[in-house]
């Protein structure tokens, strides 16, 4: 099946900024919404962001909106993730995970909660240092 691979992580000093790649094949990209979670050790997956191209549409948390920016790629088939003013809270795993449900980042509920998102990859790490 298809499976996402998200990259990009690594070691940041807290204010500074770090882009998150997510990258996917065979299958066409317009088809769905792409997910972005991340999940710290010990703590509960969370959502951050989605972002569906063909409805034109996008999802941020409350805790990372106006620092972080979803965007795509289509030719590239990529989606990304520009994270500014980072945080030691944002140290996490970022994953990346496709919905074929185009229109779920449209709704909070059940919006990157919907059981939809699959084809997760193995993840990226980001350390932000205090």
């Known amino acids: 099946e298809v499976q996402l691979q998200a990259s990009g992580g690594g070691l940041v000093q807290a204010g500074g900024s770090l882009r998150l790649s997510c990258a996917a094949s065979e299958f066409t990209f317009d088809d769905y919404a792409i997910g972005w979670f991340r999940q710290a050790p010990g703590k509960e997956r969370e959502g951050v962001s989605c972002i569906s191209t063909s409805e034109s549409s996008t999802y941020y948390a409350d805790s990372v909106k106006g620092r972080f920016t979803i965007s795509a790629d289509n030719a590239k088939n990529t989606v990304y993730l520009q994270m500014s003013s980072l945080k030691p809270e944002d140290t996490a795993v970022y994953y990346c995970?496709?919905?074929?449900?185009?229109?779920?980042?449209?709704?909070?509920?059940?919006?990157?909660?919907?059981?939809?998102?699959?084809?997760w990859g193995q993840g990226t790490l980001v350390t932000v240092s205090s």
């Open positions: 995970a496709a919905n074929p449900w185009v229109s779920v980042c449209d709704y909070e509920d059940p919006g990157l909660s919907d059981p939809g998102f699959g084809s």
